[in-house]
């Protein structure tokens, strides 16, 4: 009699398999795509929390606005309705840069809320945009200038 030797796969069996993996494969690149464009938007949402708590942070250390525009430098400042605006412009690397070079770009708007004996109370309002949308990161915070320094 004659035995069969059945240790092998057949052909049918190796297709069936590369099938399967293949389509386990193309959930798993998908994943990593998904993943990757995520990582990039938190990034971006970092460094725009970043910017926006720095320039906070020295706002209200410097505690004296004019001080402030002085030490940081704004590209641009304007009145809009009794409000003053600076405009700041930063690159990839977070440094400030001329409008033209900019990846980031940041709004602070200061309103006068009230006038005290020893200063005046503000409200400050920075306004995070990236060249490519339109929805800004917004944060708000109070800020008193104090009298007589």
């Known amino acids: ?5 059945n240790k092998g796969f057949t052909l049918i069996e190796i297709i069936i398999s590369i099938a399967v993996l293949s389509i386990i494969s193309a959930i798993f ?5 998904k993943a990757d464009s995520v ?9 725009k929390v ?3 708590s720095n320039l906070l942070e020295t706002l209200i250390a410097e505690d004296d606005i004019d001080s402030f525009i002085r030490q940081s430098a704004p590209a641009a400042e304007r009145s809009e309705n009794g409000r003053r605006a600076f405009d700041f412009y930063y690159d990839k690397a977070l440094k ?5 070079q900019s990846v980031y770009y940041l709004c602070l708007v200061l309103e006068k809320k009230e006038t005290l ?8 309002r920075v306004s995070a945009f990236e060249d490519t949308e339109e929805a800004p990161l917004q944060m708000t915070t109070g800020f008193y200038e104090r009298k007589g320094k």
Request: no cysteine; glycine share 6%.
């Open 50 to 52: 970043f910017l926006i």
């Open 117 to 124: 004996k020893t200063g005046v109370l503000y409200s400050a």
């Open 39 to 47: 990582q990039k938007q938190g990034k971006i949402l970092d460094d």
């Open 29 to 33: 690149l998908e994943l990593f795509i």
């Open 96 to 100: 400030a840069v001329p409008k033209e």
């Open 1 to 5: 009699m004659l035995k069969r030797n």
